[in-house]
């Protein structure tokens, strides 16, 4: 009997999304994939399919990459790599592997590439219909071999950017961190048409998209959101937040800190300590804030403020 493996498996060695193993299936683009009791069954043996969509290409020369322009304010990885000037700062996600902390934060001073390795690691990390895998192929996280390669493509993501919270009072910033929450699950408001999402969680994740939800239930929405993608694609969440510091500075500048902090402390708590569901959680920006009390009863946090280049631009 030919030995076979899952969509998962074959995903893993194939550096591959789960989707997109999926989708290969379908098209019969993996020979001798079969159905059985509604699930697709790969032979061991398979070939991964050529990706016919793009071109592997080898890496560019080093003149004409000195040619390039650099990346000032240019926060994209995907633009970055392929038409900037890119310094490789892709062995930052073996150390994360190789550290396991459930929860990075990174604070560096203001133009320190903070949000260019932001997206790296979302590029790296998430689910997605697109191969990722192009973006690395000629990187050096790519050379440290399978061990690496099976995280790529693996994870949902969860991704929030504080930057635009900078008002002068906390009824309008909590409004925009509201919108900004609502814009992420409407990103996945695929759980809320999936038949495992339970009557509860529709009626809640309803509340959250048309802004009907209360302030308690704003603060459970990280934990929630993190809890219905893992029950949807059997992974834990990656959960990624650029300038978590942002409206806690503002708050303290215009003089609404109480608020703030009470907001966040329980944001954070539900969505970081004991959470079941969460794979990896990384937060970025300028301040170390972790004696603000927005993290109090947070144990499983990594606090890197070391002020090296090792990871700026």
């Not at 030995?3 to 060695?13: D, G, L, Y």
């Not at 193993?21 to 379908?26: D, T």
């Not at 509604?38 to 592997?56: H, L």
């Not at 408001?189 to 239930?217: A, H, P, W």
Request: hydrophobic letters at 35%.
């Amino acid at each position: 009997m030919i030995p076979t493996m899952n969509i998962k498996r074959a995903a893993q060695i194939w550096s591959l999304s789960e989707r997109r193993v999926n989708e290969l299936c379908k098209t019969g683009r993996i020979e001798g994939a079969y159905k059985e009791e509604g699930r697709w069954v790969i032979p061991a043996n398979a070939r991964k399919p050529v990706d016919e969509r793009y071109k592997v290409s080898a890496p560019p020369a080093l003149s004409t990459m000195k040619n390039r322009p650099i990346p000032i304010g240019v926060t994209k990885f995907r633009k970055v790599s392929e038409e900037y000037y890119y310094v490789d700062k892709t062995l930052m996600i073996k150390e994360i592997l190789d550290e396991k902390a459930v929860v990075s934060l990174y604070t560096r001073p203001r133009a320190f590439g903070k949000t260019l390795n932001l997206d790296m690691i979302r590029t790296f990390f998430e689910l997605s219909d697109e191969d990722n895998t192009k973006y690395f192929r000629n990187r050096k996280i790519w050379a440290e071999g399978d061990e690496y390669k099976a995280y790529m493509g693996k994870y949902p993501v969860i991704y929030l950017d504080f930057r635009p919270v900078r008002f002068e009072d906390w009824f309008t910033a909590y409004e925009k961190i509201s919108k900004l929450i609502i814009d992420e699950y409407d990103r996945h408001r695929v759980l809320m048409e999936s038949e495992k999402c339970s009557q509860m969680d529709r009626v809640y994740f309803t509340k959250i998209l048309t802004g009907r939800y209360n302030t308690s239930e704003l603060k459970s929405s990280l934990y929630m959101l993190s809890r219905m993608l893992y029950e949807y694609y059997d992974e834990e969440a990656v959960v990624i937040i650029d300038e978590y510091d942002t409206p806690v500075y503002y708050a303290h500048k215009y003089g609404y800190s109480e608020e703030m902090t009470d907001f966040f402390r329980a944001f954070y708590y539900e969505g970081f300590q004991e959470n079941r569901n969460l794979r990896f959680a990384f937060m970025a920006g300028i301040l170390n804030l972790s004696n603000q009390g927005i993290f109090d009863g947070i144990s499983n946090i990594k606090i890197n403020t070391v002020l090296d280049k090792k990871y700026g631009d």
